[in-house]
């Protein structure tokens, strides 16, 4: 708690000097550019979070190295972690900054007298000692989430995505460049999550821009249900309730839909973190005997697909994984916790090194692996953290309430060697869940309501389950029965009609109605698959011009609205940097992509749309550059001028 409070007080002292910081700011448009920045308000609230992921455990394991034993009551530092938040809220408002440093010197107060407070800690027990196991009454719930998820018509579910990028920048774009040998993320192209998704994919795709599109959702969708089923088994054996586990695992399903295309962005699924819970089974069985390695090993081994896959996740499971392995068995094992980082970090260059070859061994390499997350850590808007207490408040305050005190009870739990090994082995998960349920949250802790959030919130609602069911273990039958009611309705009730008045998508059921899944086909029938006019454009004529005009192995610039399409179609790989080209987020891909092109292939439907942000501008390059010397189809050969 005193962590978290030193974070606050650091974030309100940035706050009443932020006109006086250096400014940097993301902007999509113009690319990553600080000169543009505006007063630096981002840089605060980052600041913030970033320190609180690292400075809680770092706290957490300095108490221990120092006490050896453990200290404060729940209630107090649930009341510190509530007046720091408040705080927070009111920093932000120029004219509140008084009631906020009053809130913090409360919360120091607070802070003060738990370090008195010597509270026994209850041991991490599951709610019975009954060992995991599958029965039939599981494998029901396993058919309903696969009824609830898979849709009955997946090209309907793709064709309906139209206009959004998403999965092409993150699957389609850079498998694409696997049609080309030794091309190297950060050096040849831009992998916008991981460097080793397009790898992945590129062996999946199939053939052409349709069997491309559908298997970006339906790798999606599948990643999706396998994370709820998982998660459902895992909360079952935390809280022994196979109602309320397959309850709440259904709603934060249902809440992931939003808007009436569903599955188009995988980053609003767990598609970022498919090794979510199978990374905190692995490491929490290593707490079960921190002598032996091997669980740790697999851990760190996922850990390491994790950075490929997804580079920001695999970072958090990097430090949680580290941080726990410290822990576990008595503070502090060195030795596990230097395995741990040593066996990621090594694992993850020698699969690069199998993937990408030698050139992977470059600072270009390193660099284009972690801009994204100084990108999207620094985006948004330069707004302070401002929550109104709508439905997101349960995602910016009690969650992280819960988790942040989690991870202090936990670390003190876990260092403890005479506790069983079920009890290190839940403690574990609790303290696994815990921080890297903190870190997803600290990406959207300003944006409205979004689906993100709801898939981002998954550690920090299965932790909180588990103490709701701690605390209601004592309960009298009939009031644990009343609560539990009163719970099922507010669910159904915030399914219903979740909303928010500066981002009015669907959402939940509403947004659930819409979607064709195997639940609602015996009921409804789905209307015939239209694809949208543009990819209607693609058809042999243009796809036998682009390879006629090519090698198979060489790098083909399309300028077109749906350049991923032709090139799919034509199993050629990108000359743009990035895909799809004329959303790059950055400008640079813009020089980096037309300087080296000798010719390109021209869609006149590129005319049709000035919206996108770059077609003026490489219009204004093909008049001045480039001249044209044959068309086939909708598709027109340029030569760059001598």
């Known amino acids: ?18 006109n006086h910081l250096p400014s940097f700011q993301s902007n999509f448009v113009e690319g990553f550019d600080m000169a543009l920045a505006d007063k630096n308000c ?24 120092a006490t050896h034993q453990s200290s404060g009551s729940l209630t107090l530092s649930t009341i510190t972690a509530s007046l720091v938040y408040l705080a927070l809220h009111a920093a932000n408002d120029t004219g509140r900054s008084g009631i906020a440093i009053a809130l913090l010197a409360a919360a120091a107060i607070t802070v003060s007298l738990n370090r008195g407070a010597n509270n026994y800690f209850p041991a991490a027990k599951p709610s019975t000692d009954t060992r995991f196991s599958v029965r039939a009454a599981d494998l029901l719930v396993i058919v309903f989430l696969a009824l609830l998820l898979i849709p009955s018509d997946l090209e309907g579910v793709t064709a309906a995505v139209r206009d959004e990028s998403h999965k092409v920048s993150y699957f389609i774009g850079p498998a694409l460049y696997g049609y080309a040998p030794g091309l190297v993320p950060g050096l040849d192209y831009h992998s916008h999550y991981g460097p080793a998704l397009g790898w992945f994919f590129h062996l999946i795709m199939g053939d052409g821009w349709k069997s491309a599109a559908m298997r970006a959702a339906g790798l999606n969708i599948a990643i999706t249900l396998a994370t709820y089923i998982q998660a459902y088994f895992l909360l079952n054996y935390l809280i022994r309730s196979k109602l309320a586990a397959s309850a709440i695992i259904t709603a934060l399903a249902v809440l992931a839909f939003s808007t009436a295309n569903q599955f188009y962005s995988p980053s609003a699924y767990p598609t970022r973190f498919p090794l979510l819970i199978v990374f905190a089974f692995a490491i929490s069985l290593h707490c079960t005997a921190p002598g032996r390695l091997t669980w740790l090993i697999v851990s760190a081994i996922m850990c390491a697909l994790s950075l490929l896959w997804q580079t ?3 970072l958090f499971f990097l430090v949680t994984g580290t941080f726990v392995a410290a822990i576990a068995g008595g503070f502090p094992s060195y030795r596990n916790a230097l395995v741990f980082a040593v066996t990621s970090i090594a694992a993850a260059i020698l ?46 305050l009690p969650l992280q309430i819960v988790g942040c005190i989690t991870v202090g009870w936990a670390s003190i739990r876990l260092s403890r060697p005479y506790d069983s090994a079920r009890d290190r082995f839940v403690t574990g998960l609790l303290l696994t869940l815990s921080m890297i349920g903190i870190a997803l949250m600290i990406k959207w802790v300003n944006r409205t309501l979004d689906a993100v959030w709801h898939q981002n919130a998954l550690p920090l609602v299965i932790v909180t389950a588990w ?16 609560a539990g009611a009163t719970a099922a309705v507010a669910t159904i009730l915030a399914l219903l009609f979740v909303q928010d008045k500066n981002n009015p998508h669907l959402y939940g059921l509403r947004s659930y109605a ?15 698959v239209t694809w949208q006019e543009d990819f209607d454009q693609i058809t042999e004529t243009e796809t036998k011009f682009i390879q006629d005009k090519t090698r198979p192995d060489e790098r083909v610039l399309i300028i077109a609205l749906r350049d991923w399409a032709y090139l799919a179609q034509a199993h050629r790989a990108p000359l743009a940097y990035f895909m799809p080209f004329l959303v790059s987020f950055d400008a640079r891909f813009l020089d980096r992509s037309m300087t080296p092109a000798d010719r390109l292939f021209y869609d006149s439907m590129v005319e049709r749309r000035p919206e996108y942000p770059y077609v003026q501008e490489v219009m204004k390059r093909i008049k001045r550059d480039f001249v044209a010397v044959e068309t086939r189809g909708n598709l027109t050969l340029y030569e760059r001028r001598h």
């Open 1 to 18: 708690m005193a962590a978290l409070l030193g974070c606050a007080v650091a974030y309100v002292v940035l706050l009443l000097l932020k």
């Open 42 to 65: 981002d840089f605060c609230k980052k600041a913030f979070y970033g320190s609180l992921f690292l400075s809680g455990p770092i706290a957490a394991a300095a108490a221990l190295y």
């Open 312 to 314: 920001e996740i695999g």
């Open 351 to 396: 699969m690069c090194l199998m993937l990408f070859g030698s050139r992977a061994f470059s600072l270009d390499f390193l660099i284009e692996c972690f801009r994204p997350i100084i990108l999207y850590g620094t985006g948004w808007g330069s707004t302070p953290i401002k929550w109104d207490f709508g439905w997101g408040i349960i995602y910016n």
């Open 467 to 482: 103490w709701i069911r701690q605390f209601s273990a004592g309960w009298r039958p009939s009031f644990r029965r009343a």
């Open 514 to 528: 819409t979607y064709p899944s195997l639940l609602r086909w015996p009921f409804v029938s789905s209307p015939p």
